[in-house]
């Protein structure tokens, strides 16, 4: 079935940078955009930005540009999502998301990636 | 960027009753006859699961007690009889501009 699989929590240190993953199966890699999305309980679910996988346009949030890129392997059907610079702002939990291109919906997330910044 | 707010924040209903979520938006979500209004469920622990696309639409699976709908600014999610698997955390979210934007969440409680 279509299964969107994540990388495990990371600790970092403020400054310092982290690179999540996010392996598809189960369906064409490049038929769908893949997004990332950021829940925080303070500002709820931020979309990040997305990727088209079958030419790599990215497109990001404002918020997050410059701080934020956005990769994909469409040799192992994986997309990576790079931050740099964290702080303490940045501890989230992180999902990416398959996007449906005409509707604009998510449809299948992963089960997340918590990201915790701390020294 | 599209405000979406959602109303009540949390909400209790007992079982079988109906439950009522709002979501406003600061401006219409509506292109060429579609709504570009999305629906989610988030239990704790997990990932939000789509309910409903394009207002009224639900997603494969998902039971015909939910129901959504409205047009421009305003929609609606419906849920009806509610059940006990009920319980977690409703977001809508806009596809109609970038960037994607979420509304800040209607928990509901199960009495």
């Known amino acids: 079935q279509v299964q969107l699989q994540q990388s495990g929590a990371e600790l970092v240190r403020p400054g310092a940078s982290v690179t999540l993953s996010c392996k598809a199966s189960?369906?064409?890699?490049?038929?769908?955009?893949m997004h990332w999305v950021k829940q925080t309980p303070v500002h709820g679910l931020e979309w990040i930005g997305g990727?088209?996988?079958?030419?790599?346009?990215?497109a990001y949030y404002q918020k997050f540009k410059g701080k934020v890129t956005l990769t994909a392997d469409k040799s192992s059907s994986t997309a990576y999502m790079e931050r740099r610079s964290l702080t303490s702002e940045d501890s989230a939990v992180y999902y990416c998301?398959?996007?449906?291109?005409?509707?604009?919906?998510?449809?299948?997330w992963g089960a997340g990636t918590t990201v915790t910044v701390s020294s | 960027d599209i405000v979406l707010t959602q109303s009540p924040a949390s909400l209790a209903v007992s079982l079988g009753q109906r439950a009522t979520i709002s979501c406003k938006a600061s401006?219409?979500?509506?292109?060429?006859?579609?709504?570009?209004i999305n629906w989610y469920q988030q239990r704790p622990g997990q990932p939000p699961k789509l309910l409903i696309y394009?207002?009224?639409n639900l997603d494969s699976g998902i039971p015909a007690r939910f129901s959504g709908s409205g047009s421009g600014t305003d929609f609606t999610l419906n849920i009806h009889p509610v059940e006990e698997e009920d319980a977690a955390t409703y977001y809508c979210q806009q596809s109609d501009e970038d960037p994607w934007t979420f509304g800040g969440g209607t928990k509901l409680e199960i009495k």
């Open positions: 401006q219409s979500v509506d292109y060429v006859g579609d709504s570009y």
């Open positions: 998301s398959r996007r449906n291109y005409d509707e604009g919906y998510f449809d299948v």
């Open positions: 189960g369906y064409t890699f490049t038929d769908y955009e």
């Open positions: 394009a207002a009224s």
């Open positions: 990727i088209d996988p079958e030419t790599g346009d990215t």
